[in-house]
Antibody, heavy 121, light 107 residues
Framework: EVQLLESGGGLVQPGGSLRLSCAAS????????MSWVRQAPGKGLEWVST????????YFADSVKGRFTISRDNSKNTLFLQMNSLRAEDTAVYYC??????????????WGQGTLVTVSS | DIQMTQSPSSLSASVGDRVTITCQAS??????LNWYQQKPGKAPKLLIY???NVETGVPSRFSGSGSGTDFTFTVSSLQPEDIATYYC?????????FGGGTKVEIK
């Protein structure tokens, strides 16, 4: 059974940093692209970043480019999102999502339960 | 960026009704279109991929159609457990973009 468990969310001041983790199990983690998708309170879904499963290439939404970094540790089946220079508009539930294949343009077939990031002074 | 325009933003229907949601892309995305269901307080769930393929384990009352710029999602007979917000999403190109969502309620 595929499981994705996010952690690392919390309250952070504007300009601060936070590192999210997503522990994966139930599939061959290194073979699949992985993404972060966020949802601001009461709002819709917004893609944040994807890392491919083949060569580790990373892709970002313009809204987070230069501030967020995505990485993966295939030996520990864990996905990360390093978030720097956080802004109030980054406040959201952050979901870890698995893609159906190794390619960065694929559907999301499994999602974690999400972790809440609140940016506020 | 490819804009995804979803309508209606909300609807109310009776149990057993046929429910249809539309999604229009701002440019041709072929069949690179998915539909997700999100129940309150839960993560999204993939229902339909490649515009018309039903994900394994998803009830057959859910279906999708369309290609190019115009897509349709249908629930053939609405059930109480289908109360949720539904999102379309294109994966033809980055950035990946979602429709604004359709909140489905029971009348």
């Amino acid at each position: 059974e595929v499981q994705l468990l996010e952690s690392g969310g919390g309250l952070v001041q504007p300009g601060g940093s936070l590192r999210l983790s997503c522990a994966a199990s139930g599939f061959t983690f290194s073979s699949y692209a992985m993404s972060w998708v966020r949802q601001a309170p009461g709002k819709g879904l917004e893609w944040v970043s994807t890392i491919s499963g083949s060569d580790g290439s990373a892709y970002f939404a313009d809204s987070v480019k230069g501030r967020f970094t995505i990485s993966r540790d295939n030996s520990k089946n864990t996905l990360f999102l390093q978030m720097n220079s956080l802004r109030a508009e980054d406040t959201a539930v952050y979901y870890c999502a698995k893609l159906v294949g190794h390619y960065y343009l694929d559907p999301f077939d499994y999602w974690g339960q999400g972790t809440l990031v609140t940016v506020s002074s | 960026d490819i804009q995804m325009t979803q309508s209606p933003s909300s609807l109310s229907a009776s149990v057993g009704d046929r429910v249809t949601i539309t999604c229009q892309a701002s440019q041709d995305i072929s069949n690179y279109l998915n539909w997700y269901q999100q129940k309150p307080g839960k993560a999204p769930k993939l229902l339909i991929y490649d515009a018309l393929n039903v994900e394994t384990g998803v009830p057959s009352r859910f279906s999708g159609s369309g290609s190019g710029t115009d897509f349709t999602f249908t629930v053939s007979s609405l059930q109480p457990e289908d109360i949720a917000t539904y999102y379309c999403q294109q994966y033809d190109n980055l950035p990946l973009t979602f429709g604004g969502g359709t909140k489905v309620e029971i009348k």
